[in-house]
């Protein structure tokens, strides 16, 4: 085979693979709704009646019941002890609320849609993650070379990360609407608007630190995005158990979707948690952004706005962080302080991309 014939085969191949790769993800698309068809039918059926005990557990028993007292006898007589008090919240002023029972409502019926909803998302997953090695594999390189790489990409990522805390056997499922939802947006928003053809990368970015700072940042945001989407959860479950704590009546629909929702304090928790855990890793993508800018362009760091508004937002993840550990922060004050520390990452991934000019801008859209 002379070169040529073998340069045309391998351009065919990769067109083929590339044309692969838009079908596995528009295939994804199709099975990601299915599974959000699947959530929505767990809320709609899951049992009203488990509902109901959990917004009597919410405004009677925390803060009426009293626990009995103790008698103990003391030499020939007795005497009557009142039994200590348990706070079973570590967070300074936190309700004393049991977690909701999912968005299944405890309901079989809703249980079993919910479980159908999560096989969906895992075939999703599956396809989508093929649609991703399928443009890999295109282009033979790594697939983040341009936004709509980096958004596919992104979304498999923070399916997988769902996943995986599933798999861990944490209390995730109630993420699953919210989660299938934003990642068909995002899914949407890449083959409508951001879509780019295969191509071969710039010079720049032809380093094995694509493989290191790109992928780190990937999953960061991908982590970020679930302690996002747990901190914007926590703020309406905190207004609701506010409302019923000073003797308000939220409506019916409140009312049938927040008391399914893990209590505010494990919310609160959770998002924490998971933000506390990834930022070490976002530090350590910042530093090696850095290093890769030195191999590239000769100087560690030359406050290019992608550069800026990481570090903006490593200040702000830092920010809540501190506050979260501090009493007098804890709660909603921490939590404002976390959504905006994500709407930084939103704008340095989006914003900077899109709007503002800098050698970061390379990679077009």
């Not at 995986?164 to 083959?191: C, E, I, Q, S, Y």
Request: hydrophobic share 50%; proline share 3%; charged share 15%.
């Amino acid at each position: 085979m002379t070169s040529a014939a073998a340069t045309d085969l391998a351009v065919a191949t990769n067109e083929h693979l590339a044309s692969v790769s838009n079908t596995l993800i528009y295939s994804s698309m199709a099975v990601y709704t299915l599974a959000f068809f699947a959530y929505i039918a767990e809320w709609l059926f899951g049992s009203r009646s488990k509902v109901a005990r959990t917004a009597a557990a919410l405004t009677a028993a925390p803060q009426t019941a009293k626990a009995p007292a103790v008698t103990v006898r003391k030499a020939g007589g007795t005497a009557v002890l009142e039994r200590p008090k348990v706070v079973v919240r570590s967070a300074s002023g936190a309700r004393d609320v049991p977690d909701g029972p999912g968005a299944h409502g405890g309901d079989v019926q809703g249980d079993l849609y919910g479980r159908i909803a999560v096989s969906l998302t895992v075939l999703a997953f599956l396809v989508e993650l093929g649609g991703v090695v399928a443009r890999a594999a295109s282009v033979e390189r790594a697939p983040w070379g341009n936004m709509y790489e980096f958004n596919i990409t992104f979304s498999t990522v923070a399916v997988g990360v769902y996943l995986a805390l599933l798999g861990l056997r944490k209390n995730v499922r109630w993420m699953g609407l919210f989660l299938v939802t934003t990642v068909l947006l995002d899914l949407g928003l890449a083959v409508t608007v951001l879509y780019t053809a295969s191509d071969q990368l710039v010079p720049a970015l032809h380093s094995y630190w694509l493989y290191i700072h790109v992928s780190t940042a990937i999953f960061c945001g991908a982590v970020f995005y679930v302690g996002a989407v747990s901190t914007i959860l926590y703020l309406f479950k905190d207004s609701y158990e506010s409302k019923l704590q000073s003797g308000g009546k939220p409506g019916a629909l409140a009312t049938s979707v927040l008391e399914r929702l893990p209590a505010s304090a494990s919310l609160d928790k959770f998002a924490y948690r998971v933000n506390a855990a990834v930022f070490p890793l976002w530090t350590f993508t910042i530093i090696a952004g850095a290093i890769w800018a030195g191999d590239a362009w000769g100087r560690y760091w030359n406050w290019d706005p992608k550069e800026t508004w990481s570090f903006i937002t490593w200040i702000a993840y830092a920010c809540y962080l501190h506050a979260r550990a501090t009493a007098g922060w804890k709660g909603r004050k921490a939590a404002y302080l976390a959504m905006i520390a994500f709407g930084c990452w939103l704008f340095n991934y989006y914003g900077v991309n899109i709007f503002v000019s800098g050698k970061h801008s390379y990679a077009g859209v």
